[in-house]
């Protein structure tokens, strides 16, 4: 293999393990800041060892071993030290204590999952919201700097400022490696629910890159959502933001065909929809609403997107999408959670709804808002929406103008296509008929 071949392959690994890595050390060292060095350091020796000796048999299992033995010698170190200045070490030995397997503990642990605890601590109370989101989705979904940044729509110096800020506060509060329980544990929900579903987004329509998908991080957020809903099940929002993952997730199979080229929502071959993940998105989506009746409330944003997202699973084909329904769960949704970001959608659904004139005016009212000034979304909506206006030398400004924005090579090569199907629209004949350019992706 030569030395290019085995940095990919360092580089996927540690994609798909570093969360799992610095979860388990961070376990060993309460320092959730200490815990990414020493990852980040078995990384380092994983890419100065690998090229010369070769590829281990379990790359996972030799960066987790890595860095485990990278946190015990500095805890050994760090008990020398405070034995020689004659201080009580019980923290430091209870911690080395924890860096071996104990069967019975973990036996009895409610969650038994690294992961979900080091999200946990991720968003502890004790930072803010915009921390404790860009912490985790660093943490657990091993997403970039940039990859935040395009996730919240901020520039990338702020989200730098505040993972290092958020490492910072929780190393001087000492904040414990442990799960929260009772009260406290459903007040930091909302962050946490937050933090899965910013990591799936990321997954299922990745911001960056030649993959139009990351499935490892959609599994990730997925089995973390299907943790989190057995450990609090009385929550209907953990319910909806579970069967909204389900049931994309159940699309996966049809959104490339078989050259990895993307396939939108309105062309895909939905017999390749995974049927048993749009039951289980479906069930959950009744817990949803069972414990939302059951506590005499409505449903929340997740589960309201959950409905939507059902209303295309029930739909055989294309032209059974319930539109008018959907139009009004984003009309829900934007009076719940209003956003920029949702009145986008809701244009595309109202214009599936009531026609092109009716989505494009609500996104003439979107043109000036400051968060989506460079998000490649809005301006693929609006071409898509003059182009079926016959309005085509706009939509080709804006279809080309959305191609400059986005920074996935795939999302690229199709926005640039639809681009080029308003120049083979113009050399055509009045009395051809109408044509329309494939749907715009807001989400497939």
């Avoid at 961070?26 to 200490?34: K, Q, T």
């Avoid at 000036?368 to 979304?377: C, I």
């Avoid at 083979?424 to 989400?443: D, I, K, L, Y």
Wanted: aromatic share 4%; proline share 5%.
């Amino acid at each position: 293999m030569t030395a290019n071949a085995v940095h990919r392959t360092i580089e996927a690994v540690w994609r798909i393990e570093s969360a799992r890595i610095i979860a388990a050390v961070a376990r060993m060292l309460r320092d959730v800041g200490l815990a990414e060095e020493m990852a980040q350091e078995a990384l380092v020796s994983a890419l100065e060892t690998w090229p010369a000796a070769g590829l281990p048999a379990n790359p996972a299992a030799w960066l987790m071993t890595a860095a485990r033995n990278r946190a015990l010698d500095w805890l050994r170190h760090r008990k020398l030290e405070q034995a020689r200045e004659g201080e009580l070490a019980f923290e430091i030995e209870s911690q080395l204590q924890d860096a071996a397997p104990d069967l019975e503990r973990d036996a009895h642990d409610r969650i038994g999952d690294d992961l979900l605890r080091l999200v946990f601590i991720a968003c502890h109370p004790v930072l803010p919201t915009e921390g404790r989101v860009a912490l985790t989705l660093r943490l657990l979904g091993g997403l970039t700097t940039d990859e935040i940044a395009r996730a919240f729509l901020v520039p990338e110096a702020t989200v730098a400022q505040r993972i290092v800020r958020a490492k910072r506060t929780l190393a001087e509060a000492r904040v414990p490696f442990d799960v929260p329980v009772g009260h406290e544990l459903v007040q930091r929900l909302a962050s946490v629910l937050q933090v899965i579903y910013l990591v799936y987004n990321e997954g299922y329509a990745a911001s960056a890159g030649a993959d139009w998908m990351r499935p490892a991080l959609c599994d990730e957020a997925l089995r973390l959502g299907r943790i989190l809903a057995g450990l609090v099940p009385g929550e209907s929002e953990v319910h909806g933001l579970v069967a909204l993952m389900e049931i994309q997730s159940s699309r996966a199979r049809a959104r490339t065909d078989a050259q990895g080229v993307p396939v939108l929502l309105l062309d895909q071959d939905r017999s390749r929809w995974d049927q048993l993940l749009i039951r289980r998105g479906l069930a959950a989506l009744a817990r949803a609403e069972q414990v939302a009746a059951e506590r005499g409330k409505a449903l929340g944003p997740y589960a309201l997107q959950a409905a939507i997202a059902a209303c295309h699973a029930r739909a055989r084909r294309a032209g059974d999408t319930p539109w008018t329904g959907i139009a009004a769960l984003y009309d829900a949704l934007a009076q719940l959670a209003p956003s920029p970001v949702v009145e986008l959608n809701r244009a595309v659904a109202v214009a599936m709804a009531f026609g092109p004139a009716a989505g494009l005016e609500i996104v003439e009212d979107l043109l000036d808002e400051p968060v989506l000034r460079h998000y490649h979304l809005l301006p693929s909506v609006r071409g898509d929406f003059l182009f079926k206006l016959g309005r085509l030398a706009e939509a080709r400004a804006e279809l080309e103008r959305a191609a400059g924005l986005t920074q996935n090579e795939r999302e690229r090569t199709l926005l640039l296509e639809r681009a080029a199907a308003c120049v083979a629209r113009q050399v055509t004949t009045v009395g051809q008929g109408s044509c329309t350019a494939p749907s715009a992706r807001v989400r497939t």
